[in-house]
């Protein structure tokens, strides 16, 4: 089953294990003229890199994106644009010795029952790495939405039970906020605790979940087409396609569960000459469809499944055994502080083809 | 854009308006040899159906299913199969006077910015009412599971505010807790609150939401297809593009993100000779397989936005008004119940198509 | 396997058996804000319709389109249009006597060992009554051309070897000239000789080929997408979805293989200020992209499959029989004819879908 | 618009521009378990090289597969295999001077109208060129064939008008009449005057066209789907994507026109315990599903459009111009023959979709 793409048309497949030769993405459908350089796409995937401080993975990988098709004279051409992230310096001999265990939390026993089969060095296809390939595309999709002045941002909303304020301002100021700090959280205050917390479970071989929550503040109107794709919809598959995500929720979310239709409903007002309403618990959206106001969502993350202390588990044949990280692992504590990238990476795809959808809907 | 459809394998394409001539639906990619009569589905209608009690709207409209094509001699011949379910006595013309308010809530805003034309007859296409056509086309669906032995069961886990206890026991158990209870709710004692909370919220005019779970006791490992096939991808998709629906999540969902990886990872265990896993936080799935423990996720409704409180709004040319409910209007105080055995059709429909899929992954 | 669907973004799918309750197709993706009636439909459904004289099936069925969603007000809403023509009078008993009988030149056997059942009652899903279905929805895609001022015009080129000239003038004295002839031929004295040969094959019970030409006059440049949305590749795939056809060229088509590169290429010219080729050898695409001269096509046609004469088959055990067609049974001589609405509407198909994806290629 | 994929459960997605970096190709779908390697993709290629002799174009070009995922331990895993063929030595410097020159034949003057920009160099994505990654996808398709003991064959039937005899015997005995052929003729003394004509159009500076017929001996029943996957459908699809093709004909194909019914028709008998049909006028398949009998059919081929003759031509402001190629320019004589591995590779792709569709019929 073809289950590598993502997309109708602005649409993507990506490639690529996790220690194998490279990475790589195709972006198939990304409209012809739009300016863009390696160094934009770099920037992208500088910002997701792992070993940026202490409180992520301390991996010293480059991860270097190389355009090999699809952009002529610094524009896109319409034609099919390939994106390549080599591998350097993977070392997989360390897997050797645990590839016949059970690992608590990973898909190396699905993929095995599933495919007879398992590319058991770094989790193969099945790693959180296959997604440098989402944030090179995702870069051109920003780039593309910046014709649109539509800019996501997303930031660490909670971590380890620690809630954060939302960061406001303009998408500049937000961006700011967040990518000043080592943990992508625009709340300086609780950062701060949330760094201490990441300090604890790693000390004590453990790791922290979180939720993420991105914004796009000036969406305009229309984009999401009823009934099967609509906007909320595949943003949410976008963001459950990520490893490591349990659930997504738009505006006020499970919350609108406890409230009454008194209290949740968005009132329509006139403002500024725009048709608004005088509360955003919808998210943005109304029957599937962009209404106008910020479109709101937040993604849960589980904690990392890598964790330092010893854990129960059983071989493939079935044997207890237990697992341990092999000497030299590298693990985040949080692994969902790098998803932050990620998840600008995969709205600015969801949104990019909206805007393309869109493009058809009249005469 | 085309975006009526859904499913890989194993399709579907609904069309039709709330008050138009007929909804229907066509199933395409459903395997040949499958006994299905229109008795089964209309089994299925009668639980969508409105007006079972004083908890949902009083409808008393009579749904009726027509399988118009695709089956021969009682069984699936491999064409598409259609199944037509005609509208009767749908009234249109109390939506005359408010053809021209944005209605808190609802979808005719957006609908008309972005086509510049909206069938306003009960909502036409973003009605509700079109999920009959999925509730038609999941009794397929779940006719075909049947083959595999999964049996999905979705109830009531908590409405306004009140969370009750999912029903335990085998998935005939299960059934028969939640459909003997008026709404839907196999926690006997709890769904007593909540169905005075229901009868507080109508008589003040107001409305209710809910979180309804799902469970697929014996799924068997493999389904799911990575990376952007994910089993939770698609299952998010399908929930998320049911009307009124705010989130949705898996296993511990949301909590997960508070919890540290040694509370969160489910360790593999040997139990009757099987690999299963000691608990599972994970809800079943592993790098988006399923990995055969139950399949467990949540879905958050908003509150219906129908109420008979009037409501202040503008309308199109952003003038002030009052929306008020038409005299004689009915409507759920609570849509989420409704919406169970919609859910457990969505997810049939997922299971099947990943069914399918899965028959392609060995050489 | 969901194969009854076409087009990507103006997408049909079709339903429907022989001999079931009705036929009909769900066209996604039509842009809203079209203005359409059953009328118009019914025009198209008429132009196909048997038994408008000696030279086809002297059945008189009458199809009556109805349209059962997606159109308000008299206009396209953008939600799925469907349309229905219910089967009248079907009489199936006679296909009792036959029903175990391989048909020569029939897609019964196929079906039977692909499926395990088949619905034998006229040929069931496989009868070339589908493309009832095809010619409704083509009714609504020629209107949709008319916005871009595109009409193609199909005829009968050659028939019973018998080879006529192609119709010359605008789009609407081809039409006229066309349609005018009881055998949609725009060659009147070829014609006559081709209505000749049809008169003596009936006599002989036999049946004739043919060979139907397609032109679009004034297609705009740019339709057609590479590398595998080529326009023919599109429109090759559309024709050969048709029942009886076994090939398809474009332009100068398998002559071009007899000609030298000097002869063949089409050389530009700048003719009342626009830049054409001075010949069409090509028949009106560069690299599967239109190029703003006529779009020229053939489709062959094998001769109707059931002929009065009797013939040798074996029966699904394998034993020696003969079949002959029931008492009573009435087919056409030359299923070519009937065709030519058929590939008006497919080529209309493959257009508008065209044109929409022409919208996304650039920002 | 994304259009560089092509298949459903087996599915292709090429990229890369002829004076790129790369071109390439991500197979999606390609089942687990399937032994293959670079030598047997390189195999492929070097049948489809140029340069292998006199009859082809000089280009010393030696392309070379390099598997860059979705194998592990010498079998493919179910993850995306990427091929990549680095392009080299291309001089792109002499397409400098023609570059606002439309090439009669070529694409660059749709490419320009439609996308507003033109990788000229080499013809960009338009080029011939993109047929490497073809037939790298086709390596492994017919590799996964091979487990179905399915060998589809391809040779040049005609040539500059010159008509060959198909090779017969068995699928070995044909492939090594074709490829120790110069020109892929299995018939020894046509394919003399073939070269002979080739010859003489060289030195002219002039171009043939070919017909090239395909074959496929032991095709199982059962494949290719109704209404709109018909094996005949996506085969017509497949090859009208490939530069240069103008038709496709099955069985009888265009000559069926000029038959009767009673002509035409395959009778169906008992042969060996098996019911096959007497003749095989249809060419191997009954509505749109392979019958068991061979598969055949014809691809014609225009003659190359690059010839060193002079031609008028316009540049891209319309101003007459004469067009020359380029100094030390090296085309083929013939393209049609460098075809051939490409049309068993095209055909190998569309068999090995339609294998997987198949096992999603029955229950």
Redesign the interface.
Known sequence: ???????????I?????SH?????V?I??C????PITEKEIQYELDLRAPGRNTYTTPRKEKDRA?I???V??G?T??????ILVYNKDADSSKYEAIKTL?R????N???L???????YRGG???SAR?TVARVAAGAVAKK?LT?YKIYPVAYVK????ILGEAPTGTHKQISKKIYSSPIFCGDESQAKKMMKAIEK?KEEG??????IECRVLDLP??LG??????L??????????L?A??????????H???????????????RN?K?K?STN???G???????GMPLVFRV????????K?P????DIK???KTFSLPEGSRHDPCV?IRAVPIIEAMTALVLSDAI????????
């Open positions: 089953m073809a289950s590598n793409s993502f997309g109708n048309l602005f649409k497949t990506t490639f690529g294990e194998g030769i490279a990475l790589g195709v198939d459908g409209p012809a003229l739009l190389e090999v098709s699809g002529f004279e524009k051409t319409g034609a099919p644009i390939t059970l608590p939390g990973h898909a026993y699905t993929y029952e599933k495919y007879g089969i398992f590319d193969g296809r099945s296959e593309f014709h909670a971590l380890g039970g479970a453990d790791s922290l979940g979180a939720i109107m229309g087409d009823p009934v099967y794709e609509k909320e919809a595949n943003l949410a598959k976008a963001m459950l396609t490893p995500t349990k659930g997504i929720e738009f505006g006020e979310g499970f609108a569960a406890n409230l009454k239709g008194s209290e949740h409903n968005d009132l329509f007002v006139k000459n048709i309403t618990n919808s998210g959206t109304l029957g599937g469809i962009s209404n849960a993350f589980k904690p990392t499944s890598s964790i202390l854990m129960k588990t059983v079935g044997k207890s969902a393309l959808m869109n493009r058809c809907v009249k005469i």
